[in-house]
C-alpha cells in the first residue's frame, strides 16, 4: 500500500488513477436551540450547548492520491453493499478506459459479492466459475473474494489496509479536514437536507480551490522506540 503512495505520480503518467476510498457516517444534523451570543471585544463567540436533532447523513468517498480531488463522492444515510458497488461505479465511470486502483479497509461491503461480479463483468469472466457465496468457488467467503479484488492484473484492483491500520487510509485525513472546517460544534443544520447540501457545497469548493496531494513520507518502516 505505501508503494502505491510513493509510486502513485509514476503510475497516474500511465493511465492509472489511485484513490483513497471510506465512508463517513453517522454525521448529524444538529440545530443549535439557541441563537449564538455576538463576540465582543474580549469574549469569544457563545454556543449554547442544547440542539435539536434532525437526523443523520453520510458519505462515501474516493480521493484521488495524485491531484487530491474527491471524485463522485455519495452523500446519503446508508452505507450497503450496493451503496458502495453504486460509488465505485460512478468513479471508474469517469475514466472508463482507464486502469483504477482503490484503497479501502476491510469493511465487509468493500469485498461484497456485488464488487466481485462487478469487476468479473469487466474483466470479462464468465460469472458461472465465480462460485457460491458461502460455499464454493472466488465467492465463498470474504478472504476468497478480497484475493480476487486485488489481483493486480485486473483493470479495478482493491488494496486492503492492514487490520487495525485503517489510519493509513488518507481518505481519513481528509474526514479530518471536513469535520474541521464544515461539521464543527459551531454549524448547526435546520434538516438532513441542509446538512447535504452543505457538504456537497463544501466539497465542490475544496475540489475547486484546497485540493492537493498530501505529503506522504511513511515508507511502512517499523518505528523505532
Known amino acids: 500500500m505505501c508503494e502505491i503512495y510513493l509510486s502513485s505520480e509514476e503510475l497516474s503518467k ?4 489511485i484513490y483513497s476510498t471510506d465512508e463517513k457516517m453517522a454525521l448529524q444534523a444538529l440545530e443549535h436551540s439557541n441563537p449564538k451570543q455576538t463576540m465582543k471585544p474580549g469574549q469569544v463567540e457563545g454556543i ?9 447523513t453520510g458519505i462515501i468517498a474516493s480521493r484521488n492520491v495524485v491531484t487530491g480531488e474527491i471524485v463522485a463522492p455519495l452523500i446519503q444515510p446508508t452505507r450497503k453493499e450496493e ?6 461505479e460512478n468513479v471508474t465511470a469517469v475514466f472508463p478506459d482507464d486502469r483504477h486502483i482503490f484503497i479501502n479497509d476491510c469493511l465487509n461491503t468493500h469485498k461484497s459479492e456485488s464488487l466481485v461480479r462487478f469487476v468479473a463483468k469487466i474483466e470479462g469472466i464468465d460469472s458461472s466459475i465465480l462460485g457460491i457465496k458461502g460455499k464454493s468457488g472466488i465467492l465463498k467467503n470474504m478472504e476468497t473474494r478480497a484475493k480476487f479484488l486485488s489481483d493486480r492484473s485486473h483493470k479495478i ?3 486492503y489496509t492492514p487490520k487495525h491500520c485503517s489510519w493509513l487510509n488518507q481518505i481519513e485525513c481528509w474526514f479530518s479536514i471536513i469535520t474541521r472546517r464544515l461539521l464543527n460544534k459551531r454549524a448547526s443544520f435546520i434538516s438532513v437536507a441542509e446538512l447535504e447540501q452543505k457538504i456537497w457545497d463544501f466539497i465542490q469548493y ?15 518502516n517499523l518505528l523505532r522506540v
Do not use: A
Open 206 to 220: 475544496y475540489n475547486q480551490f484546497l485540493k492537493k496531494p498530501f505529503r506522504w513520507n511513511f515508507k511502512g
Open 48 to 56: 449554547d450547548p442544547e440542539y435539536k436533532r434532525h437526523g443523520t
Open 83 to 88: 451503496d458502495y458497488l453504486r460509488h465505485i
Open 157 to 159: 484492483v482493491f488494496i
Open 14 to 17: 500511465k493511465g492509472v488513477h
